[in-house]
């Protein structure tokens, strides 16, 4: 008889892993936006003369001399590079953790199981 | 990380634990003894207790079915703070950007410029000379001037905690959801467990009539969505 305790442990976990893999990847995709309008901000750097740029700290626009701008939105851009490969590897094991629940699951049911999103 | 933990808590900050159901006929007849006993019902012969089968079952489906929409509750509640949380941290990490700043700015000697919102559209230049210290707003109409370094821990713990608050909270709403997939997963089985036993009642004595049938089949065709599937075939197989 099919252990049902056993193959309720795995489905359990696999439905909280479905999730945890969708807010994962919501995250990442918040990122990576930061990361493209910091590449933006930073193209925009480069093309205007202005010597001082107003950079926005907070809620309030500091006036800021343009090396430090430059050098404050590297800083910005290195840590949101780290934040986003922080969440592609936990992404992956997710995945990973994912596909070996979906290999024992039909396994053990071959056809009389569902497992893919729709 | 396959293999289902087989400690299970009771409860977890007020969420009841759902208890996983090995068998179902030990559950209902359980749940018979427990319901007549608060009944103070005396079942006698087993035959009995096999025609109150149909009213045990209802309550079983019943009572899961209220604990699965407690737990809806609970999850919603749960949600809603997680969302506050996250709209939280954020303004925390400007508000400690901000005081940072001063206190770099203070090292230096020269004031800082700054362009702020008066009202929406329009802003105003102010110069912020030497800050030797900083208000925050602690809420409920309270704003308090710390010195920067003092403006700072406070910042920080403040952001510790709330991250710690999301960590707990994210664990309880996983927490929440395996409970809700279990109840879902007694629905089902003892859903299950009554067509078969209704199949072997009928092939054994088709003159009884079933009329209890009515309570349990009104409005539970709903129960079947195509997540179910497997336990289905689970108890085919079985």
Redesign the interface.
């Known amino acids: 008889m099919v252990s049902v305790r056993h193959m309720h442990g795995t489905l359990g976990l696999g439905k909280r892993d479905v999730e945890h893999a969708d807010s994962v990847t919501a995250e990442g995709g918040i990122v990576a936006e930061t990361n493209e309008n910091f590449e933006d901000a930073s193209n925009e750097l480069i093309l205007t003369d202005e010597e001082v740029v107003r950079f926005q700290i907070g809620e309030v626009f500091a006036h800021v001399p343009r090396e430090e701008v430059e050098s404050r939105i590297d800083q910005m851009k290195e840590t949101t590079d780290r934040n986003l490969e922080k969440l592609e590897q936990e992404k992956e094991m997710i995945l990973a953790q994912m596909a070996e629940l979906k290999k024992i699951l039909y396994g053990k049911f071959k056809d009389s199981i569902n497992l893919e999103e729709d | 990380?396959?293999?289902?933990?087989n400690i299970v808590a009771t409860e977890r900050r007020g969420i009841p634990s759902a208890s996983?159901v090995?068998d179902v006929q030990t559950y209902l007849t359980q749940l018979g003894l427990d319901v007549n006993s608060a009944l103070a019902f005396l079942q006698e012969s087993w035959i009995e207790q096999q025609k109150e089968n149909p009213k045990i079952f209802a309550v079983c489906l019943v009572r899961n079915f209220c604990r699965l929409q407690q737990y809806k509750m609970v999850e919603m509640k749960l949600l809603a703070q997680q969302r506050d949380l996250q709209a939280k941290i954020p303004d925390i990490e400007?508000?400690l950007?901000?005081v940072a700043?001063l206190q770099a700015k203070k090292g230096t000697g020269e004031a800082?410029?700054?362009?702020?919102?008066m009202s929406e559209g329009i802003?105003s230049r102010?110069r912020i000379e030497d800050a030797d210290s900083v208000c925050l707003w602690l809420g409920a109409n309270v704003m308090l001037e710390y010195s920067c370094e003092e403006a700072t821990t406070l910042l920080e713990k403040n952001l510790e905690n709330a991250k710690a608050s999301l960590e707990v909270l994210v664990a309880d709403l996983?927490f929440l959801?395996?409970q809700v997939?279990?109840t879902q997963?007694t629905i089902a089985?003892v859903y299950n467990w009554d067509v078969h036993q209704r199949r072997i009642r009928q092939s054994a004595s088709p003159s009884d009539s079933i009329s209890a049938a009515a309570a349990s089949d009104a409005g539970l065709t709903d129960l079947k969505p195509?997540c179910y599937?497997?336990?289905l075939?689970?108890q085919?197989?079985?």
Request: proline letters at 8%; charged letters at 25%.
């Open positions: 990380m396959a293999t289902p933990s996983f090995e400007k508000c950007d901000v700043t800082l410029i700054a362009d702020f919102e802003y102010a996983q959801r395996d997939t279990i997963v089985r195509p599937t497997p336990y075939a689970a085919k197989l079985a």
